[in-house]
């Protein structure tokens, strides 16, 4: 499979909340539970119990491995349902201070083995 990722997914296990930004129809659930567990400078992947549709934005606040947290706007661009019924989704953040991607960058760079 090509490799389609800009940047390097590290590790991350943290609960965080993501909240619908664009809503579609009014059955659209507006706020979501999910499970990070891997972050780059450009997205996320995550696990959740429902499926989210693809090009949704959420915003969202992820503590990284540092305790500090970031805030971010993101855009689903994949989600795939697991053998417990579960959803694995991949996102690309729409909307990240330049500062907080460059948290993410040297902590990549500090943690190669990662």
């Given at each position: 499979m090509e490799e389609k990722r800009?940047?390097?997914r590290l590790d991350l296990d943290v609960a965080i909340e993501l909240e619908r930004l664009d809503q579609g129809d009014?059955?659209?659930l507006k706020l979501v539970?999910?499970?990070v567990t891997d972050l780059s400078s450009s997205g996320?992947?995550?696990d959740t119990g429902q499926k989210l549709e693809n090009g949704a934005l959420y915003d969202t606040r992820i503590k990284i491995w540092t305790k500090e947290t970031i805030q971010a706007v993101i855009r689903i661009v994949r989600c795939e349902k697991l053998a417990d019924?579960?959803?694995h989704c991949g996102a690309?953040?729409?909307g990240l201070m330049s500062?907080?991607?460059l948290k993410i960058n040297i902590y990549s760079m500090l943690n190669p083995e990662q």
């Open positions: 800009k940047s390097r009014m059955t659209t539970h999910v499970n996320m992947g995550f019924d579960s959803y690309t953040f729409v500062s907080d991607a």
